[in-house]
């Protein structure tokens, strides 16, 4: 029996949907079928938390008396280096920006980097932060110099926008090294001494939608605590990979492109972190409502971490300059058993990505959705599908390169 999302949002109005978490729809399938769970079940809720590196928030802070031109000029929040060359007074914080020094140094002991992420996040939770400015002056904005203190709530407009978020499946990073890597996969132990991996397997959101059919351009998402968007596919959106059970992606595939207020975000789930001897990022937690629209919808949605394989991918070979070298293939439910055999060696896994946060987000977003404090949203387009229905140069002519975001 096929639904509508506005036949749903009707039902979750009325205060009688019936939502579970895309956890709970697993064990709801094995008892009762596909058939039964698809006209029973509304609304099945996702999340992840992890570090999102293409992540930032761009702001408007206003005029001066007398007006400062900022665009052009040198702008820091907290001596951090924001992007400011708009109109006068916007400017953009990247995540992973950091002051100017080198963050190799962070490989030393007790090195912690302060960064972009950090600035948000302090910002969200209702922080001052120093503004810094230096201009060149013109004859409507003559003004040179600033340095105030500034908040959340006294900006004009304070706005997460994230190019690449929620990654499609990702890789386990090892290292087949002698000496130890420090990457955006965490520090790697030479020798096959542990393996990362981020993602939160069978409750991340493109995982239980794998052919993109309810998640588009337009949908409404739970965003840093709030309220946001999916606004177009992410970068490196690579969706014809290869594929297995139920057509879930084995390697990293689709991404989303997302959009939210940052004044009605909460630093609980938007975190500024610091990976030693990389840099700075920001951790986000997403979670996506999968309207149940028939029985494909369930079915996709009632993946089990045991159905999603993901490489193992060596990163001594992988970075700086050659091709990925896949070690061998595992599953999240052994990934998340906390080791993995990988050529006859034992080795403890790690993840990037938390998996409590990642419940707390769909169960969250469970009880927006039941007691009316959200309603699902049709998208106005589709993310693309396929290599043909998105312009880039296939994977063999373009260059090679990862970036986690959960």
């Not at 520090?187 to 981020?198: C, E, I």
């Not at 595992?330 to 080791?339: D, E, T």
């Not at 403890?348 to 969250?364: K, V, W």
């Not at 309603?375 to 002519?397: C, D, G, H, Y």
């Amino acid at each position: 029996m096929a639904k509508t999302i506005q036949e749903i949002n009707e039902k979750i109005k009325a205060g009688k949907s019936v939502v579970v978490t895309a956890e709970e729809i697993i064990d709801i399938v094995a008892r009762k079928g596909v058939k039964e769970a698809t006209r029973d079940i509304d609304v099945v809720t996702t999340g992840t938390f992890g570090p999102m590196c293409s992540s930032g928030a761009y702001f408007n802070v206003g005029h001066t008396k007398p007006r400062i031109k900022l665009g052009g000029g040198k702008v820091t929040l907290n001596s951090i280096p924001v992007y400011a060359c708009f109109a006068a007074t916007d400017f953009f914080l990247g995540a992973t920006a950091i002051a100017d020094e080198d963050p190799r140094n962070a490989v030393f002991p007790g090195r912690f980097l302060y960064g972009g992420g950090h600035v948000i996040e302090e910002l969200v939770a209702g922080k001052d932060v120093r503004l810094v400015a230096t201009a060149y002056g013109t004859d409507c904005y003559p003004r040179k110099k600033l340095e105030t203190l500034i908040s959340l709530n006294q900006m004009n407009e304070a706005v997460l926008f994230n190019p690449r978020n929620a990654y499609q499946n990702y890789n386990v990073a090892v290292n087949l090294s002698d000496k130890v890597l420090y990457t955006y996969m965490g520090m790697l132990m030479p020798r096959l001494g542990n393996a990362n991996y981020s993602s939160a397997g069978q409750l991340s959101p493109l995982l239980n939608d794998p052919d993109y059919r309810t998640i588009g351009i337009g949908t409404r998402i739970f965003l840093g605590g709030g309220i946001g968007y999916v606004v177009w596919n992410g970068t490196q959106h690579n969706p014809g990979v290869r594929r297995g059970k139920n057509n879930v992606p084995c390697v990293p595939a689709g991404t989303l492109a997302v959009l939210g207020d940052l004044k009605g975000m909460n630093s609980r789930w938007i975190r500024g972190a610091s990976f030693r001897g990389y840099g700075c990022t920001l951790a986000v937690g997403i979670g996506v409502p999968i309207p149940v629209l028939d029985e494909a919808v369930v079915r996709a949605a009632a993946v089990k971490d045991s159905d999603i394989a993901a490489p193992v991918v060596d990163y001594s070979r992988a970075y700086p300059d050659r091709e990925p070298e896949i070690v061998s293939e595992v599953n999240y439910a052994q990934l998340r058993s906390g080791s993995i055999m990988i050529r006859d060696k034992q080795v403890p896994t790690g993840a990037l990505s938390s998996y409590a946060m990642a419940r707390e987000i769909a169960e969250t977003l469970k009880s927006w959705i039941k007691n009316g404090m959200f309603v699902l949203t049709e998208s106005v387009a589709p993310i693309p599908n396929s290599q043909s229905e998105k312009s880039f140069l296939p994977l063999n002519e373009r260059p090679f390169s990862f970036c986690s975001d959960g």
